[in-house]
């Protein structure tokens, strides 16, 4: 039988944490060179393009739904549909 479970990956919040930005929505761009070769300290902070700025990925798991069907072994043999 079926039945309705919290996704483990997202914790049911169906979104997770940038892996890019850390879920800041911003990296910075550390390695950034000005035009006269100078290295720009600190860099620039830019919006993340993977989440577009959101910190947040949509869970591929469960679509964003938070949630996933489990399907459960039944241990007492096979039931009808109930
Ligand atoms: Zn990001
Ligand atoms: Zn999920």
Not at 29 to 53: A, M, Y
């Amino acid at each position: 039988m079926a039945q309705v479970e919290r996704c483990s990956v997202c914790t049911g919040n169906g979104y997770i944490s940038c892996p890019i930005c850390n879920g800041k929505g911003k990296i910075r761009k550390d390695t950034d060179f000005l035009s006269n070769n100078v290295f720009k300290v600190g860099g620039d902070v830019e919006r993340c393009q993977t989440c577009q700025g959101t910190g947040k990925l949509l869970c591929k798991i469960c679509n964003g739904a938070g949630k996933i069907l489990v399907e459960k072994p039944s241990s007492t043999g096979f039931r009808p549909f109930s």
